[in-house]
């Protein structure tokens, strides 16, 4: 099962990408030995729709596409359930052993994600209740993700 970060706009080059470019190189150096085929990021454009809901419905469209069929798809959304670290290792975990292709953490663009998307999400998930700028909470989602790959894999990077 490969894992993918989704994210609606891209990173400015820069500290914010440079950090997050480091905890996915990470999680993907460690992704073999956790029963993962590859960890990547995909950008996709922001929507020059004129109307939120059409440029949510656009933004939508493209990250359903990558889903795709049997995909587990995760939202991180502020007004998702939180979770710890070790219940989201567990779901990577459950979802690589049930033989899901692709497990992806979609992160939607200024306007939040659109009501498809919504639908289609197996979990919505949040960083807390406060909105989180777009590239933090892209650092914070490589950073889970790295940290659930060494929770799977007995690293000590975690500790409880």
């Known amino acids: 099962m490969r894992i993918v970060l989704a994210g609606i706009g891209r990173m400015k080059k820069g500290p914010d990408s440079e950090l997050g470019a480091r905890y996915l190189d990470r999680a993907a150096a460690s992704a073999r030995s956790a029963g993962f085929t590859g960890v990547e990021i995909r950008e996709f454009p922001e929507s020059q729709a004129r109307k939120p809901n059409d440029r949510m419905a656009e933004e939508a469209a493209s990250l359903i596409k990558l889903a795709g069929d049997g995909a587990r798809l995760v939202l991180l959304d502020e007004r998702g359930k939180g979770i710890s ?16 292709p692709a497990y992806v953490l979609a992160l939607g663009g200024p306007d939040g994600h659109g009501d498809a998307l919504r639908e289609r999400a197996d979990l919505t998930i949040a960083f807390g209740a406060m909105t989180w700028p777009h590239q ?10 790295y940290r659930a790959i060494t929770i799977l894999t007995g690293h000590p990077y975690h500790r409880e």
């Open 85 to 100: 670290s070790r219940t989201f290792a567990e779901d990577l975990a459950k979802a690589r052993d049930s033989g899901v």
């Open 136 to 145: 933090l909470a892209r650092i914070m989602a490589a950073e889970q993700i």
